[in-house]
């Protein structure tokens, strides 16, 4: 089983909609990142959360995570075609990171 | 805003051959690591490198990879004898300080073929 897990592995919204991506880690988190990928592209940071209970927020992304479940989810208000691509959750595993599977954004406009 | 930077974008060769994949890390950064992504997988850690050692590296990173800081802007990673597994997009990152809530900046990353 993957040491990070997404969920979903894909979704498809219609533009306005409001989505949420999960990343369930199976050990316990120092810190959890959320990157956004374009197909074939470099890495883009969003957020990092340090603490269990934080909450993070930029423009319509707002990422939360949960220590005790060691869970986090990223939730995107009115969805627009400039939110699609790849979501990546990533934890801190001693200096290195380790990430889940990816979910992949499409918004229909 | 400053940026990791990567060149190639992409590159071509064939099994067996040598390539060298070059990685600008943001000035200030000490810290420094290679990741790669196969076609619709995770992206996956290779090495991290501090004051010009390896600090870590993973079972990927076999004999065949090597990395160096040979000036004091580059970082680059080797491959000796390319395979066709080894086609991925490689991914440098660089950071300021090691450890939890360390935001690691990404390059665009090098899409390598091995043909």
């Known amino acids: 089983s993957q040491e990070l897990e997404q969920s979903p592995q894909s979704l498809i919204v219609q533009e306005g909609k409001n989505l949420t991506i999960n990343c369930t880690s199976s050990?316990?988190?120092?810190?959890l990142y959320w990157y956004k990928q374009k197909y074939g592209e470099g890495l883009i940071f969003l957020m990092m959360?340090?603490?269990?209970?934080e909450e993070k927020s930029h423009e319509k992304i707002t990422a939360k995570l949960d220590e005790k479940k060691q869970q986090s989810s990223l939730h995107i208000t009115a969805s627009q075609p400039s939110h699609a691509g790849i979501y990546l959750c990533?934890?801190?595993?001693?200096?290195?990171?380790?990430f889940g599977q990816g979910t992949t954004l499409q918004v229909k406009p | 805003e400053p940026e990791v930077t990567q060149t190639p974008s992409h590159q071509v060769t064939q099994m067996g051959q040598e390539v060298i994949l070059r990685c600008v890390p943001i000035?200030?950064?000490?810290?420094f690591y290679w990741y790669r992504q196969i076609l619709g997988q995770k992206v996956e850690f290779l090495v991290s490198?501090?004051?010009?050692?390896?600090?870590?590296k993973s079972e990927i990173f076999d004999d065949q990879f090597s990395v160096e800081r040979p000036d004091g802007s580059n970082f680059t990673l080797k491959i000796r004898s390319t395979k066709l597994e080894d086609s991925a997009m490689y991914f440098c990152?660089?950071?300021?300080?090691?450890?939890?809530?360390?935001?690691?900046?990404f390059g665009p990353g090098t899409r390598l073929t091995v043909l």
């Open positions: 000035s200030n950064h000490l810290y």
């Open positions: 990152a660089s950071s300021e300080r090691v450890g939890p809530y360390n935001e690691q900046f």
């Open positions: 959360l340090q603490k269990g209970g």
């Open positions: 990533g934890a801190d595993r001693n200096g290195k990171l380790i």
């Open positions: 050990k316990t988190l120092y810190g």
């Open positions: 490198f501090y004051n010009n050692e390896i600090s870590e």
